[in-house]
T-cell receptor
Framework: KQEVTQIPAALSVPEGENLVLNCSFTDSAIYNLQWFRQDPGKGLTSLLL?????REQTSGRLNASLDKSSGRSTLYIAASQPGDSATYLCAVMTTDSWGKLQFGAGTQVVVTP | EAQVTQNPRYLITVTGKKLTVTCSQNMNHEYMSWYRQDPGLGLRQIYY???????DKGDVPEGYKVSRKEKRNFPLILESPSPNQTSLYFC??????????FGSGTRLTVV
């Protein structure tokens, strides 16, 4: 069974620092991996989707890498801002459970002014 | 605007009183799914549907029903709600394994 782990569980950085969020998964037979942002009591906003054939995806200040062989993905957020404060979730879709997202527990990020 | 719409956003109900949470998407996505989010347990899939009239159980289907009579709609039905179904519920949709779009969530309290 696929297990998804996110470390650290919480992170606090001063504004302007780069953020590095980690996601690891146990089954490398994945279809894709997706990063989401969730604000308190709100829905999930999709940030980046990486297909299994890709190594990375970029959108503005966000960059996500994928290393299937080691079962890891990293989300980088450059020059963090207080508005980046949220919980970040990674979710994996495995090839034997097409369509189903297996979520990590999330990393709660606080960016202080 | 492309979106997944859930209603209601908040609901307080009593044990045993049947309720339906609606979900609608305007993106012509074939895949739709329901998740619940609980502190310490994260997001878990309840049911999913790969197309009209095709539904299947996720990880925590007990106590829930779904139907998919039209492509755009995927309601979640609680025939006899119990307090352990108090949770934050999300509907989501996607097109062929592409990026998922989630609704804003329904916070359900069963007393």
């Amino acid at each position: 069974k696929q297990e998804v782990t996110q470390i650290p569980a919480a992170l606090s950085v001063p504004e302007g620092e780069n953020l590095v969020l980690n996601c690891s998964f146990t089954d490398s037979a994945i279809y894709n991996l997706q990063w989401f942002r969730q604000d308190p009591g709100k829905g999930l906003t999709s940030l980046l989707l990486i297909q299994s054939s890709q190594r990375e995806q970029t959108s503005g200040r966000l960059n996500a890498s994928l290393d299937k062989s080691s079962g890891r993905s990293t989300l980088y957020i450059a020059a963090s801002q207080p508005g980046d404060s949220a919980t970040y979730l990674c979710a994996v879709m495995t090839t034997d459970s097409w369509g189903k997202l297996q979520f990590g527990a999330g990393t709660q990020v606080v960016v202080t002014p | 605007e492309a979106q997944v719409t859930q209603n209601p956003r908040y609901l307080i109900t009593v044990t045993g009183k049947k309720l339906t949470v609606t979900c609608s998407q305007n993106m012509n996505h074939e895949y739709m799914s329901w998740y619940r989010q609980d502190p310490g347990l994260g997001l878990r899939q309840i049911y999913y549907s790969m197309n009209v009239e095709v539904t299947d159980k996720g990880d925590v289907p007990e106590g829930y029903k779904v139907s998919r009579k039209e492509k755009r709609n995927f309601p979640l039905i609680l025939e006899s709600p119990s307090p352990n179904q108090t949770s934050l519920y999300f509907c989501a949709s996607s097109l062929g394994g592409s990026a998922y779009t989630f609704g804003s969530g329904t916070r359900l309290t069963v007393v």
